[in-house]
């Protein structure tokens, strides 16, 4: 494998509005109930005494959003279930499924971030391919394209890591421990965010 592809997401910029969900599912028509890309609406808060008014507590909450797809992770656990072998990682660290072998068992919906996704028309698993027919050209992938904040970036890992220093890679509530799949996806953390403690951000 040459290089490890990935996505990067600025969770300070994103703000939900979902226009990348609709775009990918807009590129590859896909049918309802099937998104390659979905959007987190995340919330948290607690009770803190209200220094104010004596005997009173006062919420303090927060709310943010993350955009996530295939995070095309390091050591998937859907290539690990499918047992047919009909997903794979290509010399550019994409993760893929190969319409053609799969048979639809849905074992490989053991993914953490529900990525693949069942498509009852094709009969088969699809998910995000990192808009692999794009490949070689100067068009961005549909989701990163749409984003009317900016917030979305795909390319080379070690690039956007150089170029995002501040980012975690995948290591922020409510998703799962980065440890699991190693998912090629850098975070730049809303400012609310939670992080892991052992974080896996390339340092």
């Known amino acids: 494998m040459s290089k490890q592809l990935g996505f990067y997401?600025?969770?300070?910029a994103c703000n939900g509005c979902a226009v990348c969900l609709v775009a990918c599912k807009d590129k590859y028509d896909n049918p309802v109930?099937?998104?390659?890309?979905?959007?987190?609406?995340?919330t948290m808060g607690h009770w803190e005494p209200d220094a104010d008014n004596p005997g009173f507590m006062a919420p303090e909450i927060s709310?943010?959003?993350?955009?996530?797809?295939?995070?095309?992770?390091e050591a998937p656990v859907c290539l690990e279930a499918c047992p047919v072998?009909?997903?794979?990682?290509?010399?550019?660290?994409?993760?893929?499924?190969?319409?053609?072998?799969?048979?639809?068992?849905?074992?490989?919906?053991?993914?953490?971030?529900?990525?693949?996704?069942?498509?009852?028309d094709l009969g088969v698993m699809t998910m995000c391919d990192g808009c692999v027919d794009l490949e070689g050209t100067d068009e961005a992938q549909?989701?990163?394209g749409a984003c009317?904040?900016?917030?979305?970036e795909f390319g080379d890992m070690d690039e956007l890591r150089a170029k995002h220093g501040d980012a975690v890679q995948g290591g922020v509530e409510p998703l799962v421990d980065p440890t699991i799949t190693q998912p090629s996806l850098l975070?730049?953390?809303?400012?609310?965010?939670?992080?892991?403690?052992?974080?896996t951000d390339g340092s």
């Open 148 to 152: 009317p904040q900016r917030a979305l």
């Open 187 to 199: 975070i730049t953390p809303h400012r609310n965010s939670k992080l892991f403690a052992d974080k």
């Open 142 to 144: 549909a989701c990163v």
């Open 9 to 12: 997401l600025d969770a300070e």
């Open 85 to 120: 072998a009909a997903i794979s990682k290509d010399e550019d660290g994409r993760v893929l499924i190969d319409k053609d072998v799969c048979v639809g068992c849905r074992l490989c919906q053991c993914c953490p971030y529900d990525a693949p996704q069942f498509n009852e």
């Open 63 to 73: 709310a943010f959003s993350l955009s996530i797809a295939c995070n095309h992770c």
């Open 33 to 42: 109930g099937v998104n390659f890309r979905k959007v987190i609406h995340h």
